[in-house]
């Protein structure tokens, strides 16, 4: 999964025509608790779909606010007995619960592993065709076996399942769709269909040069994060998972000119051993420069937004991205990426107009782990440098980023092309 973003935006309001399709869509997160970037691509899909479908969202994290719930939104809470048992058979557990109560639904939409064991018993159970939207793949984060254990092979069982058993899978970009396709070879590529990830660009902007209230209050969150907006700085948002490349980042850094901060919003680890070694790798650049601000809480959008526009360029050093919704994010507030040339990434950076991609020869057992990582933290420093220390150029390649996700990642069109997936799986039920 993804990122640690800001929480989106409220949950889908009924506003569809009588007698629409029915969608459940079924998840792991949604707001108010948002982990990563698929927890941001449902909360907004889900509002964009209420336009053209009923919408029901089916969440973990147990039961919502009654006005949440009102709008069709259901949590449910891990079954008492399962409580202390492995997260996996946990999460199977909730499953269970989510697919009995999809009855009446058309069509079941679920995203992420999580997720996906609800959608394929409940389109067996209830006869309806199920959907999955792939955001990433389990047999290709074969770190997450350290973080569930023997869980790690029920996670992968429940997605190959799923899976091979969908109606229709949605991938999130070109790059992961060729992924589906070579890890499930079994798979129909005629049922596997490209809709990518979208950008709320009303909600993703920096404050007008005219408002100097906002530009303030902007200015004042930066300061009480530690960051000095009269600075050049590289910005980072990610969970603290292998997936992200931090540590890669962090030795990189390394190498940047002095003039040059570090800002890493960065918390949610996967396991207590990552963890240490982000740390230790912190603690190691702050004994060498100054300007390196970690904030391991997770912010509001507003504050995200103000320490984003106070940044020169915002890095991607993922070794598994399937698209990255913070890509997207950052180039709708105007910052340049600087991002691995992997996965879908290449999909959102348009090298040399929005930012650059760092090359990257990787293994191919799984990990992604690159071949040769010295070269790969030297062209990642190189990149970063080049960007973070020629404003001018930082701030075309910004506003190009800006214009780009204005023409291709509006959500909007994100919701037509779901509803024209399900229109075909539909059709061949």
């Known amino acids: 999964m993804p990122d640690v973003p800001a929480a989106p935006g409220p ?10 399709l029915r969608v459940d869509l079924l998840t792991r997160e949604f707001p108010p608790n948002v982990y990563g970037g698929a927890g941001v691509h449902v909360a907004e899909l889900a509002t964009v779909l209420a336009q053209h479908a009923d919408v029901r969202v089916r969440c973990f994290d147990g039961p ?101 058993g969908a109606a229709g899978v949605i991938a999130v970009s070109a790059g992961m769709r060729a992924d589906i396709l070579r890890v499930y070879p079994e798979l129909d590529p005629e049922r596997v269909h490209v809709v990518h990830n979208g950008i709320d660009l009303s909600g993703w902007r920096r404050p007008d040069a005219d408002d100097a209230v906002a530009r303030a209050a902007a200015e004042a ?23 992200k490349g931090l540590p890669y980042l962090l030795r990189a850094a390394a190498e940047l000119p002095p003039e040059v901060q570090l800002v890493l919003c960065a918390g949610a680890p996967d396991t207590p051993e990552i963890m240490a070694e982000v740390r ?54 105007g910052l340049p990426v600087v991002g691995t040339a992997t996965g879908g990434i290449p999909e959102v950076v348009d090298d040399g107009v929005t930012g650059l991609l760092v090359p990257i020869e990787q293994s191919d057992d799984g990990t992604g782990t690159p071949l040769d990582p010295d070269r790969f933290v030297a062209d990642l420093a190189a990149a970063l440098t080049r960007v973070a220390t020629d404003a001018e150029s930082a701030e075309s390649m910004g506003a190009a980023g800006r214009r780009r996700a204005e023409e291709h990642f509006t959500w909007a069109a994100i919701a037509d092309r779901t509803m024209d997936v399900y229109e075909r799986v539909l059709a061949g039920a």
């Open 11 to 20: 949950a889908p309001q009924p506003t569809a025509p009588a007698g629409a």
């Open 64 to 164: 919502r606010d009654a006005a949440t719930e009102a709008s069709g939104v259901t949590g449910y809470t891990t079954p008492t007995a399962l409580a202390g048992a492995n997260p996996a058979l946990a999460t199977l557990g909730t499953d269970l619960l989510m697919a009995d109560d999809v009855a009446g639904a058309d069509l079941l939409h679920s995203h992420t592993w999580y997720a996906n064991m609800a959608g394929h018993l409940g389109g067996l159970l209830h006869g309806v065709p199920h959907v999955v939207t792939a955001h990433s793949l389990e047999p290709l984060r074969p770190w997450k076996a350290e973080q569930l254990g023997g869980g790690y092979a029920l996670s992968s069982w429940a997605e190959r399942t799923a899976y091979l």
């Open 221 to 243: 969150t930066v300061r009480r994060h530690g960051i000095d907006p009269d600075r050049p700085a590289v910005v980072f948002v990610g969970r603290i998972t292998r997936q």
């Open 280 to 333: 230790g790798l912190v603690e190691r650049l702050r004994e060498t420069r100054t300007g390196v601000v970690w904030i391991e809480e997770m912010l509001p959008r507003p504050d995200l937004i103000a320490v984003l526009g106070a940044c020169t360029v915002f890095v991607c050093p993922s070794v598994y991205e399937p698209l990255g919704i913070v890509n997207l994010e950052a180039m709708a507030v």
